[in-house]
């Protein structure tokens, strides 16, 4: 159980392009998803919080222009990335927290999608 | 600010070592502390702890949290060469169940 799935896991493209990233809770309702950015021997660090129906919480530095947000229903949040240069290109990973009531529950990851742009 | 540090940042052991890392934490409102592991591709969930003294184990895996120190510890023995990874400590704390991540432990298995 407990599965994520993200869409695409590889996205090669030019420079000036908009980039949309899928994440999908397959088998469980995710009342919040979350959507983080890994560069190389480095940590996850997180980007937004996104909580269905509403607007994402982005963290400190994060332009939410750039990175637009957007969790329609319990099991899909898409990640934007407008008009993509060089310097967007990283390793982004997607993961879900499941609706469920009593106390803290882990957050299970997409396989991630490696962005390169030329 | 909420902060997570793992040691040691790297690792390198025999086959059928066992090992321990580290994982230590500052956090206002400390909720859970996680521990995944990272092959090629995003995290897989290990262990979720809550809960200080209590050891939680999965095979060759076990973890414990010790909140009057504010760490833990991620044990594995008869370490195999699958077991090649990087480990990371998350913190889960605050009302939006966000996690703040350390940098993680590259563990490399040699046969």
């Known amino acids: 159980g407990a599965v994520v799935s993200q869409h695409p896991s590889r996205v090669i493209c030019k420079s000036g392009t908009s980039v949309k990233i899928e994440c999908r809770s397959l088998?469980?309702?995710?009342?919040?998803m979350f959507w983080y950015r890994q560069f190389p021997k480095q940590s996850l660090m997180l980007m937004a919080t996104s909580n269905e129906g509403s607007k994402a919480t982005y963290e400190q530095g994060v332009e939410k222009d750039k990175f637009l947000i957007n969790h329609a229903s319990l099991t899909l949040s898409t990640l934007t990335v407008t008009s993509a240069h060089p310097e967007d290109s990283s390793f982004y990973i997607c993961s879900a927290r499941e609706r469920r009531t009593g106390g803290f529950q882990p957050q299970h990851f997409g396989d991630g999608t490696r962005l390169s742009i030329l | 600010e909420d902060k997570v540090v793992q040691s040691p940042l790297s690792l390198v052991v025999h086959e059928g070592d066992t090992v321990t890392l580290n994982c230590s934490y500052e956090v206002t409102n400390f909720r859970s502390l996680l521990w995944y592991k990272q092959e090629k591709k995003a995290p897989t969930f290990l262990f979720m702890l809550t809960s200080s003294g209590i050891e939680k184990k999965s095979g060759r895996l076990s973890s414990i949290l010790d909140k009057k120190e504010l760490s833990s510890i991620l044990n594995i023995t008869a370490t195999q060469t699958g077991d090649s990874a990087i480990y990371l400590c998350?913190?889960?704390?605050?009302?939006?169940?966000?996690?703040?991540f350390g940098k993680g432990t590259l563990l490399t298995v040699n046969p």
């Open positions: 998350a913190m889960g704390g605050g009302s939006n169940y966000k996690l703040t």
């Open positions: 088998d469980f309702q995710a009342t919040t």
